[in-house]
């Protein structure tokens, strides 16, 4: 399934982990690689928008990269998470998500 703008709009609202799930579960077709590979470009796209609505962005394609198992999928969601951090200025953490990525990557 494709990431409209709505569906982009919809889960960068979703404040919590808890709401994310729920939204997974109601729409399990996008529990797919596809998926986190999109959420991680919006990232890109709105990190310097919104960086809250980023990070949100972010969690979600976390939350599917650990439905789906999938190193490669956890290393495009690190990476975007690094990336938010970084913005928020949260450096350290940064760093380290984006040093998890990389062992994902390799």
């Not at 982009?8 to 077709?29: C, G, K, S, W």
């Not at 949100?56 to 990269?65: K, M």
């Not at 969601?77 to 984006?98: C, D, I, P, S």
């Amino acid at each position: 399934p494709l990431l409209t703008p709505e569906v982009l709009q919809a889960l960068a609202a979703l404040e919590t982990d808890a709401a994310r799930d729920t939204f997974f579960d109601r729409h399990p077709e996008f529990v797919e690689d596809a998926t986190v590979t999109g959420l991680a470009e919006a990232v890109r796209d709105r990190i310097r928008i919104d960086v809250h609505q980023a990070a949100a962005l972010a969690d979600a394609a976390l939350l599917v990269a650990r439905r789906l198992a999938s190193p490669s999928a956890s290393a495009w969601a690190l990476r975007a998470k690094a990336n938010t951090r970084w913005h928020l200025h949260e450096l350290r953490e940064a760093v380290e998500l984006f040093e998890q990525a990389a062992q994902r990557f390799e």
